[in-house]
């Protein structure tokens, strides 16, 4: 078989304890059809493992894949992901993570590293220039995710290293741990570092960096030059590129937009928060992580002691989820929290969610300050959070409920407490306003991962009061034609709504990172397929690039069937139906049942599925699909 470009043609499929191997080499027209990140992550799921099995048992499948593409030296490529089941949600868990590992991934000689089985005691596995071995390490089980990679990086000889580790959250299978990478940024949702943790696995090492050749290097270079111009002047670009960067958004959320939620969603933050403005984030700005091959600069350190600590990078889902969410508006708190995070290994948006159920339960007098180790955990009363973080962490005392994710944690405490316990399909929410943005709340109910804050463009982005300015006309290729209130549900939300969706699909089934995309970045679609074309070596086009994105739902949500998910998983909180936004130009802003109801059916015809949203088997044949479900 010739080799093919830009990608390598071959995924490894590991068991543990034994380092066996089983290396996959599935063609050119396989990796057509399946890209890379989620989509590649989903086939591997239905081939690979049985359904029903328990995601925290050894049979699980935990996936690190780049795609056709990711990893290269190139605009917004700097992405892998991971793919597993979901100890949260049962369904698939997929999550991405930016930075140095994804061009490491690439560079192994595979485009996925996939790991089955479960170590006899805790050990990491390497990747050295193509070599595989698995290696003892119990040294490092309880070793933080900073210390973990230090250590691992040393022990390589070598500077060319990157670690994915887990911290002490993963150990504990805390249902939300998330994977580090170099003790700095996160792979972060859906309980991929449980995974991780349930395998006695505690790094994946890769040493040493061999990326395949490009196709055509002329056609990256032109979009690398034309990126890194129109960054300059795009805006979205430019807010991620200044320092300090996109965590810094909290009073962007006003009387205006109202689109982050705060306390639970007991209310929703419309007016400024001085302590969390932007200028008060750049003070103590000191650093970035770098993203290989893209000049976005988005992910900034931003220490609490100035410090240039790996560990204080930080992501923009922190600022909402353990700042107001919690009641914390202190910006150093903010930064030791998402520290503390990152070295414990825990998704900071879960964690932030688990928390405000719990200050929710403790003001509602279904739980007690006793029952909370004697923490007074009121929304505000700041002192509380990293105690309990550890408490989740370490799984003691409540922080062991908690650890399970509000969803089993509400049902293992009853007395009412579901009504807390905001969370899609198990995964709990994250911070921006589905009353206000229904694009996003349609999003959040639908997608197979649960909510997800970047499941597509903000809608208040489109908002024909709030609206910024550059949006609707580069949106336009899109079919995105007119401005639409963004608490507005209907028909034609929904149209925008699937426009907005698939995209950033295609750009996970890529992993292509959203920060750089179209619709309102400057990597255009038209780029993202000239990116396939010089690094593949394909002759290709936008709509195939739009193709991957419709495949990447299809097969994901044919999994959750598989899986037992249904339609009727495909909704809200209650809270979003029955307590409207209280002030502020949004007032009274609530989701309708009914309506709400209407705009999923709509979207689930749009998208080729029946009405309990089952993909039609003309739709998977459309879609190159039909080999996942009998026709
Ligand atoms: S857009 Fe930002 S986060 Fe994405 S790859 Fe580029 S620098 Fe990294």
Same mark, same amino acid.
Request: glycine share 12%; hydrophobic share 40%.
């Given at each position: 078989? *010739? ?94 993570? $930016? ?36 290696? $003892? ?94 960054? $300059? ?212 109910? *639908? ?118 998910? *249904? ?65």
């Amino acid at each position: 078989m *010739t080799k093919p470009y830009g990608y390598n043609g071959k995924i490894a499929l590991i068991d543990l304890p034994d380092g066996g191997l089983r290396v996959l080499e599935p063609g050119e027209d396989w990796y057509r059809i399946h890209g890379g990140g989620g989509l590649l992550g989903a086939a591997l799921l239905m081939t690979e493992t049985r359904p029903g099995l328990d995601a925290l048992g050894p049979e699980n499948l935990l996936i690190f894949t780049s795609s056709v593409v990711a990893g290269q030296l190139a605009p917004g490529l700097a992405r892998f992901s991971v793919v597993c089941k979901s100890p949260l949600t049962g369904g698939i868990a997929e999550t991405r993570c $930016e930075g140095p590992f994804g061009s490491f991934l690439k560079g192994s000689g595979f485009d996925a590293i996939a790991v089955r089985g479960r170590a006899t005691i805790p050990s990491y596995i390497q990747v050295e220039d193509g070599a595989i071995r698995v290696v $003892e390490a119990r040294e490092l089980w309880g070793m933080d995710t900073l210390a973990t990679a230090r250590k691992l990086k040393a022990a390589a000889g070598r500077e060319d290293v990157s670690v994915a580790a887990i911290g002490v959250a993963g150990e504990n299978l805390v249902r939300y741990a998330s994977i580090v990478v170099d003790g700095s940024i996160q792979a972060m949702r859906m309980g991929v570092g449980a995974v991780m943790g349930s395998k006695k696995l505690k790094a994946l090492v890769l040493v040493g960096s061999s990326l395949p050749p490009l196709a055509d290097e002329e056609v990256v270079e032109r979009v690398r030059q034309a990126f890194a111009r129109d960054i $300059e002047t795009n805006t979205l670009c430019k807010f991620q590129k200044e320092d300090p960067g996109f965590a810094a958004y909290a009073d962007l959320s006003d009387v205006e937009t109202a689109y982050m939620g705060r306390d639970n969603y007991r209310g929703t933050v419309d007016h400024s928060l001085p302590s969390l403005a932007r200028d008060r984030f750049l003070e103590h700005c000191v650093g970035m992580v770098a993203c290989p091959g893209c000049p976005n600069d988005c992910i900034k350190i931003i220490d609490a002691g100035d410090r240039v600590d790996p560990s204080s990078a930080i992501h923009q889902e922190v600022t909402a989820s353990l700042g107001p969410n919690v009641g914390n508006h202190d910006l150093g708190l903010l930064l030791e929290v998402n520290k503390a995070c990152n070295l414990l290994g825990l998704d900071p948006v879960s964690t932030g969610f688990s928390i405000s159920f719990a200050m929710e339960c403790l003001e509602a007098g279904i739980i007690t300050k006793a029952g909370l180790g004697g923490l007074d955990a009121r929304f505000g009363n700041n002192a509380v959070l990293l105690p309990l973080i550890k408490m989740i962490a370490s799984r003691e005392g409540y922080g062991d409920a908690l650890a399970e994710g509000v969803r089993r944690a509400s049902a293992r405490i009853g007395r009412g407490s579901e009504r807390f316990a905001l969370h899609v399909k198990g995964l709990e929410m994250v911070s921006f306003e589905p009353r206000t943005m229904t694009n996003l709340a349609l999003g959040y109910a *639908t997608a197979p991962v649960g909510p997800r804050y970047d499941i597509c463009e903000h809608d208040w982005d489109y908002d024909v009061t709030a609206g910024w300015g550059h949006t609707l006309e580069l949106s336009r290729t899109l079919g995105i034609l007119d401005r639409i209130p963004m608490q507005y549900v209907g028909p034609d939300k929904v149209r925008n709504y699937k426009a907005l969706n698939t995209i950033w699909s295609a750009c996970d089934a890529l992993d292509i990172c959203v920060f750089a995309s179209a619709p309102t970045r400057a990597l255009s679609l038209d780029m993202m397929a000239d990116l396939v074309a010089g690094i593949t070596g394909w002759k290709t086009s936008s709509w195939e690039i739009m193709r991957f994105g419709e495949r990447r739902n299809h097969l994901m949500r044919l999994y959750n069937l598989r899986e037992g998910l *249904t339609a009727d998983d495909d909704t809200l909180p209650s809270r979003f139906f029955e307590e409207p936004i209280g002030q502020g130009r949004l007032k009274g802003s609530v989701l309708d049942r009914d309506s709400f109801g209407a705009a999923i059916r709509s979207y689930y015809a749009m998208m080729g599925w029946d009405g309990q949203g089952i993909p039609l088997k003309e739709t998977l044949l459309d879609q190159h699909l039909e080999s996942y479900a009998p026709l």
